[in-house]
């Protein structure tokens, strides 16, 4: 392994101080990057929100880019129902504790922990030295806890091996949901589910076609009024949401229809025009991902209009040659009855305050995906090697 010593860290307060080069080097086309983090600092999220990065260099020369952010959040919010009581009550004696600003290593509203560094650069040095910087730097920004937030499989080895180093927990997290195509027949969509879900979901879409005489139109950079339209629909279906991480106002939806590889998918009711529901896409070269849908909940429930819109994403997909469609982690229902597949996700944390430390430790190792979400419990009763 390379000296550690010869990494360093230095924070930038905004993308648009880190070398272009530099973010072309460390994230490819098909990650929620530079243009991900754009659109964030642009949307008006800083009332939720504090977003910067760690740049890390070698000998002097930038060679990566971790972005985070801090943000209040009460930690019930990530923890089993179950263990609420425990915490309120730890919390009237300790409220940094309860409600505590937390500084995230990840983008906010990202559907994964990204990360970038140089091809060169050895990743557990440079984890350690990002580690050992933020700890510093938590304080400063009035952050109490640490936490790496929903990185995937390919990186258990790394953060295992920092927290032997660094003291670190380990929790699970809302896994992530993707379709993977094996080619742009549809029929192998299909042919690659069980019989009985094939059926189903065949089944609500016949129920649909026969109630709602649809429109499906894709769009990009849509004018006001559809933009409008978009946003009333975003906001019936964010108010239904048991789990709300971030709240998005109509100003991210204008910034990401600026975004070149942004679409919006609408289905409107033919007869009328109405938008009914709608999709907001983003295309990344081979991956399409689904970052937000609304639903307009005052039609008829035989419309079926989750799994219409989730149709017309797919056929979408196929048609632009896409091999994967990543939905996100939340609405685990409709999404396992889709084929997708659930990608676990953890995340790894560091309370400042060793008693803290200890109790967060204590909190985070019982939880699982069957106490997270009811959805996902139904699903690790099926398939009890899921968690």
């Known amino acids: 392994m390379p000296d550690p010593a010869t990494l360093s860290v230095e924070f930038a307060e905004t993308e648009r101080n880190i070398p272009d080069d530099l973010w072309a080097a460390c994230f490819t086309p098909q990650q929620e990057g530079r243009w991900w983090c754009r659109l964030a600092e642009n949307a008006g999220l800083e009332k939720q929100f504090r977003i910067f990065y760690a740049v890390v260099r070698r000998n002097g020369e930038p060679a990566g880019i971790v972005p985070m952010f801090t943000m209040e959040l009460s930690l019930d919010f990530i ?24 500084l995230f290593i990840g983008s906010p509203c990202a559907d994964e922990g990204i990360m970038g560094f140089l091809p060169s650069v050895d990743r557990r040095a440079a984890l350690l030295c990002v580690q050992e910087a933020i700890e510093t730097e938590a304080p400063k920004r009035g952050a109490g806890l640490i936490l790496w937030k929903d990185f995937p499989e390919s990186y258990d080895a790394d953060f295992a091996w920092l927290s032997e180093r660094k003291g670190l927990f380990r929790m699970t997290s809302f896994p992530g949901t993707v379709i993977d195509f094996a ?20 089944q609500k879409l016949r ?38 991480f971030e709240q998005l106002d109509l100003k991210f939806f204008e910034q ?29 070269g081979g991956v399409v991902i689904n970052k937000y849908v609304g639903l ?3 039609r008829p429930k035989e419309w079926y209009l989750l799994f219409r819109l989730a149709d017309a994403a797919i056929d979408w997909t196929l048609a632009r040659g896409g091999r994967a469609l990543q939905s996100g982690q939340t609405g685990y229902f409709a999404k396992i009855s889709q084929r997708h597949r659930l990608v676990p ?18 909190v985070t190792r019982r939880v699982r995906w069957a106490t997270l979400d009811d959805d996902l419990a139904v699903y690790v009763k099926a398939h009890p090697d899921a968690n």
């Not at 425990?86 to 409220?95: H, S």
């Not at 589910?193 to 189903?200: A, F, L, T, V």
């Not at 033919?270 to 938008?275: G, M, P, S």
Request: charged share 25%; net charge positive; aromatic share 10%.
């Open 79 to 102: 923890v089993p129902d179950g263990m609420v009581p425990l915490l309120a009550g730890i919390g009237k004696m300790f409220p940094n504790l309860s409600q505590p600003k937390i």
């Open 296 to 298: 307009d909940y005052s």
């Open 183 to 202: 080619s742009a027949n549809k029929a192998d969509y299909f042919a690659g589910m069980k019989g009985s879900r094939r059926y189903n979901l065949r």
């Open 256 to 284: 990401a229809a600026l975004e070149p590889t942004a679409y919006f998918i609408l289905v409107r009711e033919r007869a009328t025009l109405d938008i009914v529901a709608f999709m907001l896409c983003f295309d990344l």
């Open 207 to 244: 129920d649909s076609a026969r109630h709602l005489d649809a429109e499906i139109e894709i769009i990009q950079r849509p004018e006001r009024a559809v933009l409008d339209a978009i946003f009333k629909l975003f906001v019936q279906t964010r108010d239904k949401a048991d789990t709300q």
């Open 345 to 362: 996700l953890t995340i790894h944390g560091k309370h400042l305050n060793p008693a803290f430390h200890w109790i967060c430790k204590l």
